[in-house]
């Protein structure tokens, strides 16, 4: 007879106490009431001998009760010869997840993070299955390579393909990390053991930076727990560096007597709650040449505060890119910031027509107005005439075309001019043809290359109102009229036409009307030229010609359409890494700026620092700094993992069947398995039943007897 | 002139059986049903101590009842004709202190004296007699003014059906405030054990009977306090003081039948000395028996009332 739990065989010492019990002087418990107490006297109480057991079968069976209770909890089993076949382990499918994002660069996390998974290698068993992928979405030890490497070799694998890895800098995104665990499991049950025990070990700083929220509601598979490894960095404190934007004050931080800077950059200081440097210092470097740029500012953030200083670019700093290094900080990964100033666009306007800057009847005057003060593109005006200049009219001299010049043509042009525009245009430009006179329409189908365009016949005025045409029909979805698709703004009814010049187009045209008069004849034309393009507008702009040139949709109408002309509408030039995406509208070349004979690249760019990006032709710098979140290292309350649902290792759902296989002692699993078929607890439980049946009956008996009995007099 | 003694019709009721209806009333009405069966069977003739008028002799008259007197004077033969006062005014006074809660037959000796009280109260109801309660412990709880008005029973019975309040006896407290209550001369009745201490209550007792009342006593007693023929060795609590004590009642039966014996003297003396009839009726006798003794007369100083009674 061999017990399983034979610790509970101490429970026969609990035998003494109904010994005990019957030993003792049984002193009555029972109560009389009596009204004439006053005559009574106390009676001398009756003892019994202390030696005496009272009950001695009685006592025998409470004590066999207490015996074979605990002969039961004890799970005794008999050993037979049953040959023991050893079993195995349940094989396990293990993901282990590993982070590299850019707090794990803190110091002394990576080599601790690498230990842990090695020693998770290390405790695999041959029949085992391991996947170790990264954080950033990498799969660094796939379920085939691991199959197909030897047992012995298989801790080396895992070695060396952690020596070759170091942190990255993206953010720390475990929800899809784990996500992508459990589609591995996935793969594994389908070609294995659907029964294995399934195991996803996180490795990972667990700052509060990192993404969780995706795990909520994901579907974990059964028979799955999740371990959470949380590494203790060397530092518990950290502060970083985001940049916030460009201010557009400079005169809050110009020193009397000094030039005003450049621009001036506004950054965020953030502080981690847990430790505080003392003492920070920033300090702006010229990024190509590491050398010092403007003066050094200290500043002094508190713990789990955020502080934004702004950092004037001097008027003496080089155009190129900038860096800004905090300094004071013990952990270096998030303390440099990359900084570009995009230069303004320009866009030359040349300007057709022999008008006067302050001529009221012509569009020189209106452009020139509403174009003045433009950050981007920056509007610079010329006037260009093939007519004899009046002596009122000041005409500047035509500058060399450049490549990027919009020509605004508001005069008959002639022949070698229209050819040279549509060389320009044919390159790339962009063109504006209004028709103020029915003589434009000649010039407008010459630029377009087309032949037949002819003019519409003037309308007929109401009887005693003044004719005018309204756009009826715009295409909103057409980049030129997009700004203004929106129903609140898409309203034109209230503009007059007055002078409106609308043409018949010949049905081979080319031209794509992008707006209509209310007799749905052509208003406004797009007609693309070899590269270029050239937009006609069927009337004058000026407040003899309509309303137009005064109606609030005609700034925005020219932003869109001088934007179109230099590329498009402004667009961000700063990324986080691993947020690159909103650079980029499609297809894009991305090359380290700052190493000399880097070649391009189409993957976005895993570190930060400056890039060339050239997209769709155009070339232009951009900074892909360290992820703002990063910066927030704070821990992670691991209870977070649970309230999302995740099954962790210990909990209910996780630990259904994880205790026996594992941690039993070696050897125990023969005696459970002969036990369990065995189950000698049950019979000892129907004797204790049994047992506490004939107790109860006799203790019935006996109380009986006694209450029924006179007692004979007390014996000292 | 001592009346004959009344034959009962059997040989009692049963207390067990009695007891054993729930209904007080009918309880009451049981055994004096029979009671009056008896009564009428018996040869006393009642006589009236009140005179109302005389009548004209004639043959066959009781020579007993000729007002010799007139006859001296007129030469002429009168009867004296008597009448009974036929507003007599009872008060019955009933414990219903904690000690009366014992009982060692199945009943206590407050179910016993409720019912004796329910009893005697029909009987004299039914002679339109007045008849009044006072429940009492450490006080008179409930009091109940002699009246004879329709319902007047019922209310009576009633507040005799009610619970005992479960309190200490104050027996002398609760007759000085019966003495209070009963201006009037009355026939009182106390249903009591008098087990507390006689000078507790022997002065309140002679305060009743200088006013002039007719006091009664009934001393209701259980079987076992008589003989402590009654329960084990056990821890014995005092039903009032809650006083507890280890009693053998085979070792303590002797010095306690001594000690009960010299208190029943004592009591039996103070009643004597103030001219108070007094009855012991131990709870296993039939009641009818026990009303009966009440009822008949025993010495000159009950004679009277005992005669009101048996009219």
């Known amino acids: ?716 | 002139m001592p009346a004959p003694t009344a034959t009962p019709p059997t040989r009692g009721i049963d207390p067990q059986a009695l007891l054993a209806i729930r209904d007080l009333e009918l309880r009451a009405r049981v055994v004096v049903e029979g009671l009056w069966a008896g009564l009428h069977r018996s040869p006393y003739s009642g006589f009236s101590v009140e005179f109302t008028e005389y009548r004209q002799y004639s043959p066959g008259d009781d020579l007993r009842f000729l007002d010799w007197k007139v006859l001296a004077r007129t030469d002429r033969e009168f009867i004296k004709k008597y009448e009974d006062e036929t507003n007599l005014r009872c008060l019955f006074l009933v414990d219903t202190s904690r000690s009366m809660l014992f009982g060692s037959r199945g009943w206590t000796k407050a179910d016993y004296a409720r019912t004796l009280a329910a009893t005697f109260a029909l009987f004299l109801h039914q002679q339109r007699d007045v008849i009044g309660l006072g429940l009492f412990a450490d006080e008179i709880v409930d009091y109940v003014p002699p009246r004879f008005r329709p319902g007047h029973f019922r209310r009576l019975i009633a507040a005799l059906e009610r619970e005992p309040s479960g309190r200490d006896t104050r027996l002398g407290h609760a007759l000085e405030q019966a003495a209070l209550l009963s201006r009037k001369r009355s026939l009182i009745f106390i249903l009591s054990d008098f087990l507390a201490p006689v000078p507790e209550w022997e002065a309140a007792l002679g305060r009743l009977t200088a006013a002039r009342h007719d006091v009664r006593v009934v001393q209701v007693l259980d079987p076992a306090e008589r003989t402590l023929e009654f329960g084990n060795a056990a821890v014995w609590e005092d039903m009032e003081t809650g006083r507890q004590l280890y009693v053998d009642p085979a070792q303590a039966r002797a010095a306690y039948q001594e000690k009960f014996n010299a208190h029943q003297a004592e009591v039996a003396a103070a009643f004597d000395q103030r001219g108070v009839a007094h009855q012991v009726i131990t709870t296993d006798q039939p009641l009818d028996l026990a009303l009966l003794e009440l009822i008949q007369p025993r010495g000159s100083a009950r004679r009277s009332a005992t005669r009101r009674i048996q009219r």
């Open chain 1, 1 to 716: 007879m061999s017990f399983l739990s034979p610790w509970f065989l101490a429970g026969f010492a609990l035998i003494a106490g109904p010994i005990i019990a019957h030993l003792i002087r049984r002193v009555t418990r029972d109560r009389q009431q009596f009204s004439a107490m006053r005559f009574l006297a106390e009676s001398p109480p009756r003892l019994s001998k202390r030696s005496r057991i009272q009950h001695p079968l009685l006592l025998l069976l409470r004590c066999l009760i207490v015996a074979v209770l605990a002969a039961g909890f004890a799970r005794p089993f008999l050993r037979t010869d049953i040959p023991f076949v050893p079993t195995g382990g349940t094989p396990q499918s293990v993901v282990a997840v590993l982070d590299d994002s850019a707090s794990m660069q803190r110091a002394g996390l990576w080599p601790a993070a690498r230990q842990k998974i090695n020693d998770l290698a290390v405790s695999l068993k041959e029949g085992d299955q391991f996947v170790l992928i990264a954080a950033s979405g990498a799969e660094l030890i796939s379920r085939e390579r691991w199959l197909q490497t030897p047992f012995s070799e298989r801790t080396g694998l895992v070695k060396s393909v952690l020596a070759a890895r170091t942190p990255g800098w993206g953010p720390a995104r475990l929800d899809a990390a784990v996500e992508a665990a459990v589609t591995q499991w996935e793969q594994m049950a389908e070609a294995t053991d659907s029964r294995a025990r399934k195991k996803l070990v996180v490795v990972s700083d667990f700052t509060a930076g990192a993404r969780i929220a995706g795990l909520a509601g994901l579907p974990w598979p059964k028979n799955c727990e999740v371990t959470l490894e949380q590494l203790k960095p060397d530092h518990l404190g950290d502060a970083g560096l985001q940049w916030l934007g460009w201010s557009p004050d400079v005169s809050s931080v110009t020193a009397p007597n000094a030039p005003p800077p450049k621009a001036v950059a506004r950054v965020r200081v953030v502080q981690a709650a847990t430790e505080a440097a003392t003492a920070l210092r920033l300090q702006l470097y010229d990024a190509q040449t590491n050398r010092a740029v403007g003066p050094p500012q200290d500043l002094t953030v508190p713990a789990g505060d955020a502080q934004v200083a702004l950092v004037p670019i001097p008027a003496n700093a080089p155009d190129g890119p900038l860096r800004l290094e905090l300094t004071g900080d013990a952990e270096p990964f998030d303390n440099t910031l990359w900084i570009v100033r995009p230069a303004p666009r320009e866009i030359p306007l040349a300007y057709y027509g022999a008008h006067g800057s302050d001529d009221l009847k012509h569009a020189r005057f209106y452009l020139e107005r509403a174009t003045a003060g433009w950050k981007d593109p920056v509007v610079k005006l010329h006037a260009v005439s093939d007519a004899p200049a009046p002596a009122a009219v000041s005409s500047t001299p035509a500058p060399a075309q450049p490549a990027n010049e919009f020509a605004v043509i508001a005069e008959p042009l002639a022949a070698d001019r229209v050819a040279t525009l549509r060389a320009h245009l044919a390159s790339g430009g962009f063109a504006l043809v209004l028709l103020n006179d029915p003589a434009m329409i000649g010039t407008a189908a010459a630029l377009a290359g087309e032949t037949g365009w002819s003019p519409l016949a003037p309308r007929l005025a109401e009887a005693g109102a003044q004719p005018h045409a309204l756009l009826g029909k715009i295409d909103f979805q057409h980049p030129l009229f997009a700004l203004f698709a929106d129903p609140h703004y898409s309203n034109f009814a209230g503009i007059h036409f007055w002078a409106p010049q609308s043409l018949v187009l010949p049905a081979a045209s080319k031209a794509a009307v992008v707006a209509r008069f209310d007799d749905n004849s052509p208003a406004v034309l797009e007609i693309p030229v070899g590269q270029g393009r050239l937009v006609v507008w069927g009337g004058d702009w000026s407040t003899a010609a309509g309303q137009w040139v005064t109606s609030t949709k005609f700034i925005p109408w020219l932003q869109s359409l001088f934007e179109r002309a230099v590329g498009g509408a402004v667009r961000p030039f700063v990324a986080e890494v691993g947020d690159t995406g909103r650079l980029i509208t499609g297809a894009a070349q991305w090359r380290p700026a700052l190493e000399a004979g880097a070649t391009p690249v189409n993957t976005p760019p895993a570190q930060p620092g400056i890039y060339e990006l050239t997209e769709a032709g155009a070339t232009r710098l951009v900074a892909v700094e360290v992820p703002a979140a990063a910066s927030n290292v704070a821990p992670l309350p691991l209870d977070d993992f649970e309230k999302l649902g995740v099954p962790l290792h210990g909990s209910p759902v996780g630990a259904a069947d994880a205790t026996t296989a594992t941690k039993s002692p070696p050897g125990t699993q023969t005696s459970s398995v002969l036990e369990g078929r065995q189950r000698l607890w049950r019979w000892l439980l129907v004797g204790v039943v049994a047992l506490l049946a004939m107790e109860s009956l006799f203790s019935y008996v006996l109380a009986r007897r006694g209450s029924a009995t006179v007692p004979a007099p007390a014996e000292t």
